[in-house]
């Protein structure tokens, strides 16, 4: 749209990209970063560089309530917002050559060549250079963050001279001496608590100022040379915060000095403070004891088995294959569902923006992805996560002014605690309270496990559906429940009253939340009596009042042509269309004054389309196409979520065209830096919306009464596309062709599946093979 970079080389299984461009780094370092779901870093360089760089190593979990900077004070303002912690960088090896140091910004590099290796899970960076003496040397590195040991990481860094025979100078070490580039007072977060070097290893302490939380990074060394382990000496490096270990070695032109440095990052979260750097220690010492090649060996079989239920194959384009495999491989990188602690921040581990925390992304965005190509397990996470701060809610919702339990979820999160730093904007977005009601019913539908309900989830539907009951009043003027001062998915309209996406939401909710209490009921009546208990909920006189307000709630539209309005006062707006914009006045976010912004009648994301997504099966296709029709028009899509939802939308109206236009908005808009803003950091949480562009869009997939349901097309470009999906026990291929589709169940269990209509039931270790024909 803007200004597309197009270096990535295409490859189904690597990311390539190949010649150093200084210009590119920081996009790169974005691209290329690692992770593991307990750890990830950026994709800087191990030695020295001066150059543009972000540097940036983060630990899950580990935040900072940075303190709020607004203009003017109000009640209710967030005291903080949270930033997961740039922590202690463990990749750095220094090289320096009789007194030049290696520097990439410095001296002449050729045959530069950096390769994520998304089958295997590992970041590979290759290069000749020349220094200012002349000196030339070649140096390929290997790095990855430990799926199997997930607090491990470990390097391999193979140094070559080509011209000179002479001690190389080698300093591993640990800085802690970081800072976020986001800090609001520009002032560092850690404190160093203790640092410890010997001849081979060395370990530094931090503790983060505020929450208290420490961390303890280790590193231990051994050197190889041509292949051919050997002992050295070293003397340390010490200085606030930063620990290393500089070894002096002789290496003769042609001969591969190797440095090995596996690391360790322990957390306080994992681990009792007092016994840190005792745990760090020994973790150190049993991955370096397995070695180098086993460890990337594990990694590698840990890839496997991720890929074994989350691949996508696409036939016939390269790019869209890359693509696509680009998007679960950073997913996965991300989060692995194994701590219920931990959240999806919409950029990872890849970039500081959005402070690392949890957004409605999560829900609205990301369950889907993990529904189907994950254990349950990870998923029910997810929930827990809610759930655990279900209590928090309720508070947030007391600070308002809301009473009896009434739960509103935070837009923006670490601990459970609102952290957002902006009010009409994100703040009065509550909409996130029907996602996070939506994400239960998602888990629900789609595994069956009602159980989740009594156990965890209805308590936290009544917190949500008490706080809608006391979000809305009653209008005498239109003699409805109306709900005031909302923002919508939109954000390029704040402060709205009756924004239907919200309207709707809070109505589902209140519903769904009067089932759930039947269900529970029905199915556990012990539990029932203990939540009704707990929650003191005045089952007759509350319930009564949900279905009231569900009854008689607000939903703005437009009689006479069909649409649901997006607001109050929408079609007061001059209704001008984005293609009547002028190419100069994109990204609107950058171009216009917010105020013209705001009036303006342009949509940032999918609102009404969100809903219409969300609901799909309570409204006729006219009733989908007709808001389609009008919203997408105005739709500037200046939020990476935004074309997921459209690509869903045009796949079900049969818009076959407009749904793979929208695909390709987010399939490579990292890769090829779209939005011209991949330096800041990847966007994970719309990776999760391009991968339900493919399930839910291109193969059309849902999950009805229990059933999963297929109605696909292929797109022109490609010959043909599968996936694997966990369904309830079941793993099934789906393979769509032009004019077949191919579905087979590898499992013990049997499934009964649809497919454009027609019913099958695919027995353990089948396959079927249905006619492609898309029927609308
Ligand atoms: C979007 C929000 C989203 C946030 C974090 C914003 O630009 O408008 O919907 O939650 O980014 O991804």
Avoid at 346 to 365: C, H, L, N
């Amino acid at each position: 749209m803007w200004l597309m970079k197009n270096y990535i080389k295409t490859d189904e299984w690597n990311i390539i990209e190949e010649g150093f461009d200084p210009h590119l780094n920081k996009i790169s370092e974005s691209i290329f970063s690692l992770g593991n779901g307990r750890m990830g870093q950026r994709a800087n360089f191990e030695e020295t560089y001066t150059g543009e760089t972000l540097q940036g190593n983060y630990v899950a979990g580990v935040y900072y309530p940075d303190k709020t900077r607004v203009g003017w004070w109000k009640n209710g303002y967030p005291e903080y917002f949270a930033k997961v912690l740039n922590a202690a960088n463990w990749i750095g090896i220094d090289i320096i050559i009789e007194g030049e140091p290696l520097d990439l910004n410095t001296c002449i590099v050729t045959d530069f060549r950096r390769v994520l290796n998304m089958r295997a899970g590992y970041l590979e960076r290759s290069f000749t250079a020349e220094l200012a003496s002349g000196k030339k040397l070649k140096v390929n590195s290997l790095r990855f963050c430990s799926m199997a040991d997930d607090e491990a990481g470990a390097i391999r860094y193979n140094i070559t001279p080509l011209n000179f025979d002479s001690p190389i100078t080698v300093i591993p070490f640990i800085d802690g001496d970081v800072k976020n580039q986001d800090a609001n007072y520009d002032e560092k977060f850690w404190d160093e608590v203790q640092k410890s070097s010997f001849t081979d290893s060395a370990y530094l302490t931090l503790r983060t100022r505020k929450t208290g939380f420490e961390v303890c990074t280790g590193m231990k060394v051994t050197l190889s040379l041509d292949g051919a382990t050997i002992p050295f000496e070293s003397s340390s490096v010490e200085r606030d915060k930063f620990t290393g270990l500089e070894i002096k070695q002789l290496v003769n032109t042609n001969q591969t000095l190797s440095v090995y440095k596996y690391a360790a990052n322990l957390s306080s979260e994992n681990h009792p403070e007092g016994n840190l750097l005792d745990a760090c220690t020994k973790v150190v010492s049993y991955v370096t004891g397995k070695g180098f090649e086993k460890m990337l060996q594990e990694q590698a079989a840990a890839w496997a088995k991720k890929w074994e239920q989350g691949d996508i194959v696409i036939e016939g384009d390269p790019s869209a294959q890359q693509a696509i495999r680009f998007n679960i491989f950073q997913l996965n990188q991300t989060y692995t569902g194994e701590d219920s602690r931990l959240n999806i921040g919409p950029k990872g581990f890849t970039g500081e923006k959005y402070g690392g925390s949890t957004y409605w992304d999560t829900e609205a965005y990301c369950v889907p992805f993990y529904l189907a190509t994950a254990d349950p397990q990870v998923t029910r996470n997810l929930l827990i996560y809610r759930y655990n701060h279900l209590e928090k809610a309720i508070e947030n919702a007391v600070k308002l002014g809301f009473t009896n339990g009434a739960a509103l979820y935070p837009m923006v999160t670490m601990n459970g605690e609102e952290c957002h730093n902006e009010w009409e904007i994100t703040f009065e977005e509550i909409h996130r309270n029907g996602a996070i009601a939506f994400a239960i019913y998602n888990y629900i539908r789609y595994t069956g496990d009602e159980s989740y309900l009594q156990e965890y989830g209805l308590e936290v539907l009544i917190g949500i559906a008490r706080f809608w009951a006391q979000r809305v009043n009653w209008s005498a003027n239109l003699n409805k429940y109306v709900m005031l001062g909302v923002t919508g998915p939109n954000e390029y309209e704040n402060n709205v009253n009756n924004n239907w996406y919200t309207n709707t939401m809070a109505a589902w909710c209140l519903q769904y939340a009067t089932d759930a209490l039947e269900l529970v009921k029905r199915n556990s009546a012990g539990q029932y009596d203990a939540l009704i208990n707990k929650t003191k909920l005045d089952v007759a006189g509350e319930v009564e009042e949900w279905q009231k307000i569900v009854a008689n709630l607000y939903f703005p539209e437009d009689k006479d042509s069909g649409i649901y309005l997006q607001q109050d006062g929408y079609l007061d707006k001059e209704q001008v269309l984005v293609d009547d914009l002028r190419p100069e006045d994109r990204p609107l976010n950058q171009k216009w004054s917010w105020d013209r912004i705001l009036r303006s009648c342009f949509i940032k994301q999918a609102d009404v389309l969100q809903g219409l997504y969300f609901f799909e099966d309570q409204y006729d296709i006219e009733t989908i196409r007709r808001n389609f029709d009008y919203y997408e028009p105005r739709t500037v899509h200046e939020s990476s979520l935004s074309p997921c939802v459209h690509a869903i939308l045009a796949a079900r109206l049969g818009n076959l065209e407009k749904a793979y236009e929208f695909y390709l908005r987010t399939a490579r808009l990292d890769l090829d830096d779209y939005n011209n803003d991949t330096e800041d950091g990847c966007h994970i949480t719309s990776m999760a919306g391009t991968w339900m562009s493919v399930v839910e869009g291109f193969a059309g997939m849902r999950v009805q009464n229990g059933r999963l349901v297929f109605n696909p097309f292929l797109p022109g470009k490609w010959s043909s596309f599968s996936f694997k999906i966990g369904f309830r026990g079941v793993l099934l291929t789906v393979k769509v062709a032009k004019d077949k589709v191919y579905i087979s169940n590898e499992s013990a269990g049997s499934i009964d599946i649809s497919v454009h209509g027609q019913s099958y039931t695919l027995s353990s270790n089948s396959n079927i093979t249905a006619v492609n024909e898309l029927k609308q």
